[in-house]
């Protein structure tokens, strides 16, 4: 998230509580009944974001159970969504624990990957990712990668940026025009929610909605972001837009302060995309410190807080 202040209170609380104790487990449906379903999977992913390594104290832990996991159930790849970490030289055994991973490893730019003055480039080039902003096609389906921390020229606003620029909007569009395949969208932060998600949110939705007109079919299946620490899933004029949790912490947000409360276990998803164009997600419950699978307490009206990736059935038309 970008506000400053909100920074102040995550660095102070979570480097006093991110040793408070992490217990890890797998996803303890990945391979039941309920998740082998009979329409024939295609394709499957591992999906975490906002570790935020550099202000918790068991981000490697973390990072190496859901490596651990994933290499058991072999999905086509994994997939961090931002607020990874900083590409400084301490970072080195994160990134050898993601390495680890027997299959491609693909990553999206936060904003806090490039806090102590960082740059996009250094990010990508410690990350050894494929880009700042990039596509791929795998096993009959596109994905496309955006980096929403850009600053429009002669944005003076304070805060961490927040954009599409407009040159990498013209390069979304052609990219969207050119390919033939059904395509997963991923950005760190939301589309779809004007609670500090992208400034251009409007205008790239638009953009979607347009693209789904276009071939007859719905092109876009699903948009996945992070960020907001959240659990959701919105469906705007046929596009669905899919919030992952964060895999270490959510806030906890009483009036104009921030406090956080941090996740017992680490939370990750499986994503399956299957033959006849549904979508499962099998995410995981935990609980936060406390024991509580609910935050108590906050005035804030937006999502729910709560220690949750849910599970998921997304149908669409490919």
């Known amino acids: 998230m970008e506000d400053l202040k909100r920074r102040g209170f995550l660095k102070q609380g979570l480097l006093l509580a991110g040793a408070a104790g992490l217990a890890t ?129 002669n944005d003076t606003s304070k805060g961490y940026p927040r954009s599409i620029s407009n040159a990498q909007y013209d390069w979304l569009e052609t990219d969207l025009q050119k390919t033939k395949l059904p395509t997963l969208i991923f950005c760190h932060q939301g589309i779809d929610n004007d609670l500090d998600g992208i400034k251009e949110g409007a205008m790239l939705r638009l953009l979607f909605e347009r693209t789904n007109q276009n071939p007859g079919h719905g092109k876009i299946l699903a948009v996945f972001s992070g960020h907001n620490h959240e659990d959701y899933h919105n469906n705007y004029n046929g596009v669905n837009y899919i919030q992952i949790n964060s895999a270490a912490y959510q806030f906890g947000r009483k009036g104009k302060n921030y406090e956080f409360v941090h996740t017992k276990e680490p939370l990750w998803a499986l994503v399956s995309l299957h033959a006849n164009g549904e979508i499962r997600i099998k995410g995981k419950t935990t609980t936060y410190l406390d024991g509580s699978l609910e935050y108590a307490g906050s005035d804030y009206k937006g999502y729910p807080t709560v220690p949750v990736i849910s599970d998921r059935l997304i149908k669409t038309k490919i």
């Not at 096993?139 to 020229?153: A, D, M, S």
């Open 25 to 153: 487990g797998p996803i303890n449906t990945t391979a039941s009944e309920d998740f082998r379903y009979a329409a024939k999977t295609v394709l499957s992913f591992g999906l975490i974001t906002d570790l935020h390594h550099d202000l918790i104290q068991d981000g490697q832990l973390r990072i190496e159970a859901f490596v651990a996991e994933m290499n058991k159930v072999k999905p086509d790849f994994i997939m961090q969504m931002g607020d990874f970490c900083t590409p400084k030289p301490s970072n080195k055994p994160l990134m050898q624990a993601w390495e680890k991973f027997n299959g491609p490893k693909y990553h999206v730019i936060g904003n806090h990957d490039v806090d102590g003055g960082f740059n996009h480039q250094q990010v990508v080039e410690f990350w050894n990712a494929a880009g700042v902003h990039y596509s791929f096609d795998l096993k009959g389906y596109h994905f496309i990668v955006l980096n929403g921390n850009e600053r429009p020229e």
